[in-house]
C-alpha cells in the first residue's frame, strides 16, 4: 500500500514538471525546456513502469526498461542544460 | 579594469542573446573582408569552425540582419546591416570587443543565465511577470 | 548491464546536479539548489543500488531515497509558486 502510494506521488510528480515544462516549451519555445520536457516525459513513463512492474506484471522484471528509459531521459535533460542555445 | 563603458544599446543587444562568440567572430571577419564575399568554408577557416557550423553562422547572421546572401556558387555572403542603427552597434561592437573582450564575452554568456530564467519561469504555475 | 546503467545514471544525474548548482549560484534562485539536490540524491541512490545488495526499489531505502528526490523537486516547485518573494 505505501509502495503504490510513493510510486504514485512520483509518477504525478514527474507529470506535474512535463506538463509545466511543456507548457513552457509552447509558450516561449526555449530549447532548454523542450528537452527538460522530454526527460521529465520520460521519468514519468519510467515511473509508470515502474508501477506496472510492481503492482501489475509481478512475475517480469522490468527493471533494465527502466533503468534505459531513466537513462535516455536523462541524457536528454543533461544536453539541453549543456547544448541549447536561447 | 574597466575603461570606458560599453554603450548601453551595445549591452542591451547582447544581453539579447542574439549572438554568441562564434557570431561576433564571424561578423568581424565579414566586416574586416571589406565588401568582399565571404564563403562558408573560407570563414570556417578563419574563424576555426567547421564549414556546416560556419554555414549555419551565416545563415542566422542573415536572418537577424547583419550579412547578405549572394547567388553565387559556393554560396557567398556579403556584410550588410540591414539598418543604419544596426550598423551603428556592429561598429561599436567591433571597437567593445578589442577594447574590452572579457565584458563582452561575459554578457554574451549570460545567455546561460536565460536558459536557467526560462526553465524555472516554466514551474511558475501562474504566469504573471515576476 | 545493470550495472553500467546504473553508473551511468548516477554520473548523468551528478552532473545534472552540477548544472543546476552553477544556476543557482548564476541566479541565487534556490530553486535551482532544491533541484541540484534532488539530482544528486538520485545520483547516490543509484550508487548505493550497486555496492548494497539489500537496496532495491522495495526497501525502505528505496522508499526513502524516492520520497527525498521527488519531495525536493515538488518543494521547489512550491517555493516557486509561494506569494514571498524569495
Known amino acids: 500500500m505505501t509502495a503504490a502510494i510513493v510510486y504514485f506521488l512520483c509518477a504525478a510528480t514527474s507529470f506535474l514538471c512535463a506538463v509545466l515544462l511543456w507548457r513552457g516549451y509552447v509558450a516561449s519555445r526555449s530549447r532548454v525546456l523542450f528537452w527538460s520536457g522530454v526527460c521529465f516525459s520520460g521519468l514519468m513513463i519510467s515511473n509508470a513502469v515502474l508501477v506496472l512492474d510492481k503492482l501489475v506484471y509481478t512475475d517480469v522484471d522490468l527493471w533494465p526498461w527502466r533503468l534505459w528509459i531513466s537513462l535516455i531521459s536523462l541524457s536528454a535533460l543533461l544536453f539541453g542544460l549543456i547544448y541549447s542555445n536561447e | 579594469m574597466t575603461g570606458a563603458a560599453i554603450p548601453d544599446e551595445l549591452r542591451r543587444f547582447l544581453l539579447s542573446g542574439a549572438l554568441s562568440v562564434p557570431h561576433v567572430e564571424a561578423i568581424l571577419q565579414l566586416r574586416r573582408g571589406a565588401g568582399q564575399p565571404c564563403s562558408a568554408q573560407a570563414l570556417a577557416a578563419r574563424i576555426y569552425v567547421r564549414t556546416a557550423r560556419a554555414a549555419e553562422l551565416l545563415t542566422e547572421l542573415c536572418e537577424i540582419g547583419v550579412a547578405r546572401l549572394l547567388e553565387s556558387e559556393p554560396p557567398c555572403y556579403l556584410y550588410a546591416p540591414a539598418t543604419a542603427e544596426l550598423a551603428g552597434l556592429l561598429d561599436a561592437l567591433e571597437y567593445a570587443y578589442g577594447a574590452q573582450l572579457v565584458a563582452v564575452t561575459r554578457l554574451i554568456h549570460s545567455a546561460e543565465e536565460r536558459k536557467a530564467l526560462n526553465f524555472a519561469a516554466a514551474f511558475r504555475l501562474r504566469k504573471d511577470p515576476t | ?86
Open chain 3, 1 to 86: 548491464m545493470t550495472y553500467f546503467l546504473l553508473g551511468a545514471i548516477s554520473m548523468a544525474a551528478a552532473v545534472c546536479g552540477l548544472v543546476f548548482l552553477r544556476y543557482f549560484i548564476r541566479t541565487r534562485d534556490r530553486f535551482f539548489l532544491w533541484f541540484a539536490l534532488a539530482f544528486w540524491i538520485e545520483a547516490l541512490g543509484r550508487v548505493l543500488f550497486l555496492v548494497s545488495p539489500e537496496v532495491t526499489d522495495d526497501s525502505i531505502t528505496g522508499y526513502v531515497l524516492r520520497i527525498v528526490t521527488y519531495g525536493m523537486i515538488l518543494l521547489a516547485i512550491l517555493q516557486k509558486n509561494l506569494p514571498r518573494r524569495s
